[in-house]
């Protein structure tokens, strides 16, 4: 299994990862032909430094996603966060500790570009994440707060 950074045909596999569970599917439009937004949203992603977009494949198939951004600010002495999102790993393959590598994979990135912290969100109606998340060290250190326009 690979690591690797997401390219212009691995859209339709993410986007179908996204939509497939019970929060995506509100928020996700995964149909064939995919709708033009996701390969527009796709090109700003890749063409900004901060971003990367990477997916995990196994025999060249895509099995797991996730996005890790870089966060440059004045705050910790003109510090860096690292923030994941979006990470997801194909139902057939959810069990076997993927999601872990990715993350483990993150974790790494974040280091190796100086960032002092590693962050997240996760959706209150998803406990079972905010579970997976604590065996792997992070803590509800803060209150979240969303304001969808």
């Known amino acids: ?3 690797r950074p997401a ?16 929060l995506g599917q509100l928020r996700e439009d995964y149909r064939d032909p995919l709708p033009e937004v996701y ?7 890749d063409a900004d430094p901060n971003q990367h977009l990477v997916v995990l494949e196994d025999n060249e198939q895509v099995i797991g ?5 870089f ?8 510090g860096i966060r690292a923030q994941i999102e979006a990470v ?8 076997q500790g993927l999601g872990e590598k990715l993350f483990r994979w993150a974790i790494q990135q974040a280091q190796s570009e100086g960032a002092h912290v ?11 994440a905010a579970r997976f998340y ?3 060290g992070f803590t509800a250190s803060h209150q979240g707060m969303k304001l969808h326009l």
């Open 1 to 3: 299994m690979n690591i």
């Open 7 to 22: 390219n212009a045909s691995d859209v339709s596999a993410i986007v179908a990862m996204l939509a497939n569970d019970k």
């Open 39 to 45: 390969h527009q949203a796709f090109a700003k992603i």
């Open 65 to 69: 996603t996730l996005q890790l951004t």
């Open 71 to 78: 966060i440059p600010y004045l705050t910790y002495q003109g």
């Open 88 to 95: 997801r790993i194909h139902a057939d393959y959810r069990g």
């Open 118 to 128: 590693v962050q997240l969100t996760t959706d209150k109606k998803r406990p079972e």
């Open 134 to 136: 604590e065996k792997l």
